[in-house]
Each structure stands twice: as structure tokens, then as C-alpha cells.
């Protein structure tokens, strides 16, 4: 079922994005391809950059992380989000045209030409390795080995129940990323904020997952959520509780005080209220309950930089 309005607009985008109040017609249906209209994406593929920036800083005794580089990762992450979402959207142009909440997608609707669609892609990836290419040599190869998880991820949901772990390796790859363009190389602290932030992107995706368990069992899509079940909310505390404990060794092994161990227990809190408050039957709860995963982030962050700024020096 085609769920497009008159004016194109996504069925799950917010109400009264920007792109719909304010971009030019003609780029409407690519910013909505791109998923301009939902930041929470480029969020929470920005944030694991911001954190190992950060905590990179706070390793090398500065103040803050490098601002050129944090500006670098968000055009970054815009960018390669925009990219990733529409090379998802390609390959599931059918599955997508199937499922309620995504049928009013631009290709499945006929806004976006499939042959305009692969452009697009093209245009930001290019956008994505421009900004690679203003790193050094290390983090340059870095960035390009991620490619390879961000290829096969769509495909994953056809073959397993866990294509929430594939996006955790491709999501979470700024946690190397952003230590790698202080340092030129990597080691254990990047490591465990990596593996911390597969492990939080798995139950962050789980819940965004229960939005389509129904539709995703009749076309045949798996995911954690149909997995888990009835037991998600154990399973999300697991998670959770898996990440703090990958986190806060990295902060250990990256010599970080005590702010950043204050942050970190902050975001314990929020994401225990987030395994309390889950309603996995309720769709409007589970998308609310997935966008807050930005204030999680924010409140890591800001411990890492309170940190950087009380005990540099």
C-alpha cells in the first residue's frame, strides 16, 4: 500500500521536519531518500566519533578534541548516513513497498528514480571520501575498511536474526575513527569503546525493530526483535549492560577521571529507564524510546568533555 501524500511526505518521517517545511521541491524527495528529515541517524553514527575524539583528547592531556576533526566527522557522518540509507533503500525497494511504515519511501512511491537513486549514492559518497581524504594515511584506510559491513548489512536481514550486530559494526566504527585521527593507529581503549557501542547499537535497534515485527514476518524479514520476543527487555539489559562494562574499560585503559566515570554512570541510568519504560507492542513508545539513544550519547559525551577540560594539563 502506498502511504505518499499529495505532498510526498514519508509516513514515519516527523511532523514539521525542516525538509518538508522548508527545501525546495525539487530536492524534497532526495533529502527525504537521505533521511535529512530524521537526524537521529546521523546521530547515532556521529556520536561514536565524538566520544573517541574525546576521549583521545583526554588521553593526550588537551582540553577539548579537535574541533576541525569533530567538524569533519559530522559533515562525515551526514554524508555517509545519507549514502547509507539510500543504498538500503535500493536494495530493499521491494521489501520496503511491502511494509506499512515504509511503503510512502521515496522509490517504492515512485518519487526517486531507481537510476536517480544510484546517482545520489554516488554524489554522497564522494561527499563521505572527501572528507576521509583530510585525514591522515592510518584513518584514511580505516574509514575505507568499514565499506565492507555497510555493504552487506541490507543483505542481512533475509539471512539471519541478527542483522542489528552488522549495523553495530558499521554504526560503531567512529569509535576507531576518532582516536585513529589524533593518534595515527589504534589500541585496546578505541577497541573496547568499538565493541561497547556494537553492543548498545544491537539494543537500540532491537527496539526500533519492534515497529515492523508484524509486517517483517509476513514478508519474511528477520531481525533480534522477532527473535527476542517477549524476552527483549532482558536481552536489552544485557546489552546495556555490556556496553557500560566495555565503556568504562576503555575509559580505564585511556587513563580517563573521574567526570567521564560520572557520565557514565548518568547514561547506566538512562538506559535502565529505557529497558523499564519499553513497551514492545507499542510503536510510538519504541521510536521514542530508539531517538532518546541521542541523549545517551550526549550524556557520554559530556562527561568525556568535562573531563578533558577539569584534568588536562
Given at each position: 500500500?502506498?502511504e ?8 514515519d ?14 530536492l ?46 559530522w ?10 540509507c ?65 555493504a ?5 536481514k ?35 569503546l568499538?565493541l561497547?557501542?556494537?553492543?548498545w ?10 515497529q ?14 522477532l ?14 549492560g ?9 575509559f ?62
Amino acid at each position: 500500500m502506498n502511504e505518499t501524500n499529495q505532498s510526498g511526505m514519508v509516513a514515519d518521517a516527523p511532523k514539521s521536519n525542516w525538509v518538508d517545511r522548508f527545501a525546495p521541491e525539487w530536492l524534497k524527495p532526495y533529502a527525504r531518500l537521505a533521511r535529512w528529515d530524521r537526524p537521529i541517524g546521523w546521530w547515532l553514527l556521529f556520536l561514536p566519533c565524538l566520544w573517541s575524539a574525546t576521549l583521545a583528547a583526554d588521553a593526550k592531556g588537551f582540553y577539548l578534541p579537535n574541533l576541525w576533526h569533530i567538524a569533519l566527522f559530522w559533515i562525515g557522518s551526514v554524508a555517509m548516513r545519507g549514502a547509507g540509507c539510500t543504498y538500503n533503500d535500493l536494495v530493499d525497494r521491494d521489501i520496503d513497498a511491502a511494509v506499512a511504515r515504509t511503503a510512502s519511501r521515496p522509490i517504492p512511491s515512485g518519487q526517486v528514480s531507481v537510476a536517480g537513486a544510484k546517482v545520489f549514492l554516488v554524489l554522497q559518497a564522494l561527499a563521505g571520501l572527501l572528507v576521509l581524504l583530510q585525514f591522515n594515511i592510518f584513518t584514511i584506510w580505516l574509514g575505507i575498511a568499514s565499506l565492507g559491513f555497510v555493504a552487506a548489512y541490507p543483505f542481512m536481514k533475509r539471512i539471519t536474526d541478527w542483522p542489528q550486530l552488522v549495523l553495530g559494526l558499521a554504526f560503531s566504527w567512529g569509535a576507531l575513527v576518532g582516536w585513529a585521527a589524533l593518534f595515527g593507529s589504534l589500541s585496546l581503549a578505541p577497541v573496547c569503546l568499538y565493541l561497547g557501542g556494537i553492543l548498545w547499537t544491537i539494543g537500540y535497534d532491537t527496539i526500533y525493530a519492534h515497529q515492523d515485527k508484524e509486517d517483517d514476518a509476513v514478508v519474511g524479514v528477520r531481525s533480534t526483535a522477532l527473535l527476542f520476543g517477549a524476552a527483549t527487555r532482558y536481552w536489552l539489559i544485557a546489552f546495556y549492560g555490556g556496553a557500560t562494562l566495555l565503556f568504562g574499560l576503555g575509559f580505564i585503559l585511556a587513563d580517563a577521571g573521574l567526570f567521564a566515570f560520572g557520565g557514565l554512570v548518568a547514561g547506566l541510568a538512562h538506559l535502565a529507564w529505557q529497558a523499564i519504560r519499553l513497551d514492545i507492542d507499542n510503536a510510538d513508545d519504541c521510536l521514542r524510546l530508539f531517538k532518546s539513544n541521542r541523549d545517551y550519547g550526549l550524556i557520554l559525551f559530556a562527561g568525556l568533555l568535562a573531563d578533558a577540560l577539569i584534568t588536562a594539563g
